[in-house]
Structure formats: C-alpha cells, structure tokens
C-alpha cells in the first residue's frame, strides 16, 4: 500500500456503560481480553498487518489510561518513519471553544486538519471496541474495485436476531440500496459492523456540511449514511467472514473469552502470520504447581496456578492458590483466588482478592457475576 | 546510580567451553532460559536495573541470534538517544582459534573502550544467571580502594557442579590471592562468578599486559598473575546464581527454578528481567492435559501430560504424551504416545516416530534443533 493512501480513525470514545464497574475508570476499548490483550489491540494490531501506517484514535470518556496506552504506537510496530498512532481528544479550537465530540461523524469532522496533513484518498473508520482479526487491505482493494464512495462492512447473522442490528439491504451485487437500524421486520441478514472506508474528497465535503447541520446528530449511522443513500451515492457492503464480537455485556465478554476454549475457535490468536501485539511485560513464564489440575484453560505469562482451573481464561499475574477452584470464569490481570476458595461462572476484575475459602457465583446462575472488589476470605 | 559512573561489558564464553547440542547452533547468551528468556536478558537486566545505560556486548560466534535479540536494546529500557547497546566482535579471528579470547576482542575494539565517558567498566558473563545490583559492586570497590573487584558465590556442591567455572581464591585480608580452574576436587569453593568492576584505566593496562605477555592469555589470566601486584577483592554475591558452562549445569540450573521460591527471589518486581517479546498469544490447555510443577511459556497447545519440566514458546505435546524431567525449547511438536525424561529438545524438533527418550538425572539426553525423530 501506498504511503498513507488510507488512515485509519479508531472510534474509542465509548464508555460501554453495561460493562458496569469494568467501565469505571476505563474506556471500553481499553478493557481486557484474551488472557494478555486490550480489546483496541485488534483493531490497532489489524492496522498494523493491514500495512495502515498512520492511525488516529479517538478518545474521549476516561481517556488517561487509554491515550497513555494507544500512544506507545511501537507496541503494534507502529512507529517506524511516517507512521504512528496519534490519540486525538477533544480540544478547543480557536474560533468555536472546546466541544466534546457530539456524535462518531462529529468526532472525525473535528479533526479534519489532522487528516488533511496526511492528504489521504481513502479514510478507514473503525470501532475501538470490537474483538475480530480482518485485512483492510482486501476491503480497500473492494472499495477501488466497486469504485464505491463508501465501503461498509457487513456480517451475516442469524435472521431471527437481525432486529437487534443495523441491517443493510443490498441488490444482490453487494450494492446497498437500504439501510435499516434495528428493523422490526428485517428484509436482509447482513448487520453493519461499524467499519467504512470512504473516499475522503467526497466525505470531508459531506462532513463540513454536516457539521453545521443544526438538525443532524452527525452520526455516521443516522445521519451520514442515510444521506449518502438518498444522495443516490455508490455503497458497497462488503462481507466479511470469520469471528466478531461487540462484547457490550458482562455476559458477552465472558463469552468472547470462553470462546477461546474452544480448539477450533475461529479467531485463532495462534497464527503467526496475523499476531495480535498488546503491551510487553516482564514476568515469569505461568507456574503450574506440584498439586495443580488444569482442564480446558487459556493462561498467560505470569500466572501461578496451585490449584485447579477448570474452563476457564486467566489474564497475566493471575494466581490461584492451592485447594483454590476456579471453573467457568475469568480472571482479570493480577486477580487472586486465595487458598481454599471456588469461583464459578464469574470474572474477577483486575487485583480483586477472593479471599480463603470465599464461595463466588454458582453453576447455574443465570448472569456471569462480576467481582470488581476483593472479598475478604474466613478466618478459620 | 552506577550508570553516571560505569559502562558495562557483556562478556562471551571463553573458546574451550563447548556445551554440548545447544552450543553448536548459538553462543550460550542466546541459550533459552525458563522458557521465555535468553541467558543474555539477564546480564543486561541487571546493568539497565542498575542504571546503567552503556553496554558493550561482545559476541564470539554466530551473532545471528544475539543480534537479532538485543535488537536496538529499547525492550532492556536502554533510552535510545543517550544510551547504547553496541554489538562487538573479534573481527579477523578464526572462531575456534586459541588466540579468539577475550583479550583479543578488547584489543581490537580498545579504541572505543578508549573512548567511553565512564571512569569504570563492569564486566558480566553471558552464560551465567543471577541477580546482582551493580551499582553496589561498584560503591564498594570504590570505597574499599581496591584495583579490582571479584564478584563470587559461595557453594558446597563445586565436586559435581560448576563444571568450566573458575574459583578464587581469598586471603585473610579479604583479598584474593589467586584464581583457578575448579577441577572439583573439593565440595565448598568460592566460585568466581566472572564478573569484574575496576576504573577503565586499569582495564585498559590490563589488556595491553596481557597482550604484551603472552597472546592466548585472557583477562582471567592476567588478573590472577597481578594477584601480587595489585589490590584485588572479592565481593560475594547472594541469591540465585547458575553457571551454564556444560550441558548438566544447565539442565540443572533450569530445574532448580521450579521452586517456584527459589523463582520468585530471581524475579522481584523491582528488578525485571527484560526480554524481547514474540507476541504469542497465551498457551491452551485442552480436556486431556495434566501439568504439575512446570513453567510453561506462552502459545503452547497442550494435551498431554509435563510434570516437572520447562516449556518454552510455541510448544506442541500431543495426546497421551509425557514430558518428565525435561526442557523443551520454542516450537518442538511432541507426536502423541511418546514419552520424554530427563531430557532437552532443541528448537523446532519434531518428535513423532521414536516413542520413548530418556537421559539420566546426571547425563540429559540432548535432542538437535529441527531434528525429525
């Protein structure tokens, strides 16, 4: 690919407020997964692969722990010359003052001088958010050969769900005629995955008018898309085959971890030739003790394991002490199950303490508990 | 902080030190340790932890792997604009030839020792692992006015252990009076650890003397010779150390860490051992696995059955599969039956049609890199 012919603009201002006390203090996008990665790994790491040079992500609730994290672009290899990863907050402005970023057209709108400077043909929009490995390369190569003005990507899923989804209805050569955003009777399967690739001449024009657009919420999905419709503009859905999650739930991302049980999971993080890169630490390798059982697990570096694990996914510096048992859960970067005590079907959040012979959640609880405060163990 | 004051020097196995299979394929600083390391991460860990920042490391043969681990050395937090790792060889000497030592890459690359800023260098081995503070080391030799200081471990297993290590050996005063091979004909020895401090001047003399006096002698040498002349310390060092100079020490350094206290005093969070990440996602194990007292490093698919061993990246043990006892390097593939003890598989080996291995406590079976069994 051509020096910056496409940018990337990561959308990861969201709070993904039903991640409860997960959310707290971190954006969604910064929010564990996989035993060793942050959920902005993969789309970062996808870049990367995809031989996108320059990123910007944009932040905006809870934004320290994630503008610090994102800026160190060397981490997914993204710092040779010309290239990096540029964490782009809101900012005031000298003739209009500091506006938050009122919608995810918005949030591109308000930077276009840093895209200018790059002088781009295309612009890849992404969601900080969402856990899939994907060549944006292959769904540029589409965009120039449809010779579309916008390029989105779409997934199929079950009919009897696509009412939760944003549905694009094509005209059987992968030409969007209809876009739907949760339709009560859905005439098409293919759900938008919140992935555009715009020629950007035509997109700066549309969102410069857009932003002073009183009426517009400058929402690519309510507001842009649906103009570029009625516009009678060429949009291509393109469909993309493999594993993608949203993990907007306690439920969901505990499911996206469990996912990883499985041998024949369709994410594979064991492909060399699509690594997904995340921060480097510095730790010993995962200890297995001498009275440890492990059965069906996903375990990082420098977790210790003295007890029994059983489906469950453990995220760097994860202990389980000795008669512990954790089953169907998780446990987040440097949680701890104290001797004696039994998770089951629970994520641990990050450093929470289950304390000995503490009984978390239950096998046939209807919701994954979530433990986002240690638990002090029994005394006897 | 020792790093205003020293540089370091990363030194190479001398050229009699043959460590059977791994050696032939990289230097004994690339050698894997506990699965996700290499020797190397530790001495340099050490002098970056010690707020060193300057440091040469000198390669004796095949630099492929050294060179293409250290890397431009920001993963050991060597700030890129102020400090320097430098990759140094012995540039028109034949590798196994007896005048490729020590003292001839120092003087073939005196000039830019020369040149250092540091008033002292520290001298560390690439094929031993320990925990050190060198800026410690380096306040006491300069408080104790000595000429050099010796770091040494105190042990009482030198008859069967610490093969190719020399000891030294000390006075009254404190001071060392000589060193020498270990021919382990006594069980408590002071072993020289191989690690050196001393101002740059008398390095610098020291290698121009040895030079002068004989052209095969290495600085150990020439140190032990002015024992005499000059004020030569020891200063002991505590904690875990191993010495990687044959086959044996090795596999039993690496066993020795899977007490996992013994590991953890290795590894304190306030001084990390660096080392170059693979990015590998984390390892998977499946319904018929069983693992008891392993370290198992990341990207491994694991259905049989480790118990008592070291795994490093990458690793493959197949169903009803058995690994006792034995190191196994990134990317081995162990085919489903077969039964391994006591032993060490090199790199990308596959195991498939021989279905049982085994060495002895004493004697480890080797297995050769990218070798098909």
Not at chain 1, 88 to 107: I, N, Q, S
Not at chain 2, 106 to 123: F, G, K, P
Request: contains cysteine; charged residues 25%.
């Amino acid at each position: 690919m051509a020096q910056n012919e496409m940018l990337a603009m990561i959308l990861a201002g969201g709070r993904g407020s039903r991640l409860k006390d997960l959310t707290n203090k971190v954006a969604k996008p910064a929010v564990y997964y996989g035993g060793k990665y942050r959920i902005i790994d993969f789309p970062l790491s996808n870049c990367a692969n995809s031989g996108i040079d320059t990123v910007g992500v944009l932040t905006q609730y809870e934004s320290v722990l994630l503008n610090s994290y994102v800026a160190n672009d060397g981490r997914w290899g993204l710092d040779s010359r010309d290239s990096g990863v540029y964490v782009l907050t809101p900012r005031e402005k000298a003739d209009e003052g500091l506006d938050v970023y009122r919608g995810t057209a918005d949030a591109i709108s308000q930077n276009i001088d840093f895209i200018d400077n790059y002088n781009p043909e295309y612009i890849l929009v992404l969601s900080g958010d969402h856990i899939y490995k994907m060549n944006y390369a292959k769904m540029l190569a589409y965009h120039k050969e449809m010779g579309a003005d916008a390029t989105i990507a779409v997934r199929p899923v079950p009919m009897k769900e696509a009412s939760r989804f944003g549905i694009m209805n094509t005209d059987g050569k992968g030409r969007i005629v209809e876009f739907e955003e949760k339709p009560k009777k859905p005439k098409s399967n293919l759900a938008s995955m919140g992935i555009y690739i715009f020629s950007w001449k035509l997109m700066r024009k549309m969102l410069v008018e857009d932003m002073n657009n009183p009426n517009s919420d400058h929402d690519f999905g309510k507001d842009i898309i649906p103009r570029m419709l009625s516009e009678k503009r060429n949009l291509f859905a393109y469909e993309f085959k493999g594993y993608w999650k949203d993990v907007g739930t306690i439920d969901s991302l505990w499911e996206a971890n469990m996912d990883l049980l499985d041998p024949k999971n369709e994410l594979n993080l064991n492909d060399s030739s699509w690594l997904i890169y995340t921060e480097d630490v510095s730790i010993l390798p995962q200890y297995i003790g001498k009275e440890a059982k492990i059965k069906r697990a996903y375990i990082t570096q420098g977790v210790r394991v003295e007890g029994s694990v059983t489906n469950s996914v453990l995220f760097t510096g994860a202990v389980v002490g000795k008669g512990a048992k954790v089953v169907d859960s998780v446990l987040m970067p440097g949680a701890v199950v104290e001797e004696g005590a039994t998770v089951t079907r629970a994520l641990v959040a990050e450093n929470v303490r289950i304390g000995k012979k503490v009984k978390i959640g239950s096998r046939n609880s209807e919701e994954i508990e979530l433990v986002a405060k240690s638990v002090k163990g029994g005394t006897k | 902080m020792a790093g205003y004051k020293a540089f370091g020097i990363v030194s190479s196995a001398d050229n009699s030190i043959h460590v059977e299979g791994l050696h032939d394929y990289r230097p004994i600083g690339a050698f894997s340790f506990i699965g996700r390391f290499r020797v190397i991460d530790f001495p340099i860990s050490n002098m970056s932890n010690s707020g060193m920042d300057r440091i040469q490391v000198y390669v004796r043969s095949r630099p492929r792997s050294i060179a293409e681990h250290i890397g431009s050395g920001r993963h050991y937090n060597i700030n890129s604009k102020r400090g320097k790792i430098q990759l140094l060889f012995s540039e028109d000497t034949n590798v196994n030839s007896i005048y490729n030592n020590d003292i001839c890459a120092y003087s073939q690359n005196l000039d830019i020792i020369e040149r250092m800023h540091q008033d002292y260098v520290i001298i560390a081995p690439s094929y031993m692992v320990y925990k050190q503070d060198f800026s410690e080391l380096l306040k006491s030799h300069i408080s104790s006015g000595a000429d050099v200081t010796l770091l040494y471990h105190k042990v009482d297993n030198a008859k069967e252990y610490f093969q190719n290590c020399k000891i030294v050996n000390i006075n009254r005063q404190k001071g060392i009076s000589s060193l020498e091979k270990n021919l382990g004909t006594a069980k408590e020895r002071n072993i020289f650890m191989d690690t050196y401090c001393m101002s740059k001047d008398t390095f610098v003399s020291l290698v121009k003397a040895a030079k002068e006096l004989s052209s095969i002698y290495t600085l150990a040498d020439i140190v032990n010779l002015k024992c005499k002349d000059l004020d030569i310390r020891g200063y002991q060092h505590r904690g875990y150390f191993a010495s990687l100079l044959s086959l044996s020490d090795y596999y039993k350094a690496s066993l020795e860490l899977l007490d996992y206290s013994v590991a953890s005093d290795l590894f304190r969070p306030e001084w990390p051992i660096y080392t170059r990440t693979t990015d590998s996602c984390p390892t998977q194990y499946f319904e018929t696995a069983k693992v008891s007292n392993s370290f198992i490093s990341n990207g491994c698919l694991i259905e049989g059955t480790i118990e008592n061993s070291v795994v490093g990246r990458g690793v493959t043990i197949k169903k009803g599969a058995v690994i006792k006892n034995s190191i196994i390097l990134a990317h081995v593939t162990i085919e489903e039956g077969v039964y391994i003890e006591n032993t060490i598989v090199d790199k990308w080996a596959r195991i498939i049609h021989v279905k049982d291995i085994r060495g002895t406590e004493d004697h480890p079976q080797y297995i050769k890199r990218r070798d098909t069994l």
